[in-house]
């Protein structure tokens, strides 16, 4: 039996490849969509290649997605659905203006790049605390 995704011809492909080139974290959603979600919002993919934002701030912020909606339709972005304090739009994923202003937007966090020597410190960081906790169990075994 095929899930609603397989039957909307919907693929988790385009947001998963989105999200990796994007550096973001992606997730499934209650109901089992792949979504990359934001403090304000998230990505989802809305049909054939084109990416969605629902932006849904907790409390509705009319003002925010008032602003927000004309810097969208500025940009180039498609408004689906409007309503008082939030709202859905549509872009392009190999738009990186649109993309970065979607992400912005949602309030997503990227994934940052560690440098080889900011993970050789936090290698040595986690080799002194595993040390000193060994220490403290053969302490506390003596007792």
């Known amino acids: 039996m095929k899930d609603e995704h397989e039957i909307c011809g919907c693929s988790e492909r385009t947001i998963l490849a989105f999200a990796q080139r994007e550096r973001l974290r992606a997730r499934r959603d209650v109901d089992g969509a792949v979504v990359v979600p934001g403090r304000f919002g998230q990505l989802f993919e809305y049909s054939g290649g084109v990416m969605g934002l629902m932006i849904m701030p907790k409390p509705p912020r009319s003002r925010y997605w008032g602003a927000l909606r004309r810097r ?45 020597e900011q993970l050789e410190a936090a290698r040595r960081g986690l080799q002194a605390a595993n040390l000193a906790k060994n220490r403290l169990r053969v302490l506390a075994e003596r007792t």
Not at 83 to 102: I, K, M, R, V, Y
């Open 72 to 116: 969208l339709e500025d940009c180039g972005l498609s408004i689906r659905q409007d309503c008082d304090g939030e709202g859905t739009a549509t872009f392009d994923p190999n738009n990186h203006e649109q993309s970065n202003l979607a992400i912005r937007a949602a309030g997503i966090k990227r994934i940052q790049k560690r440098s080889p």
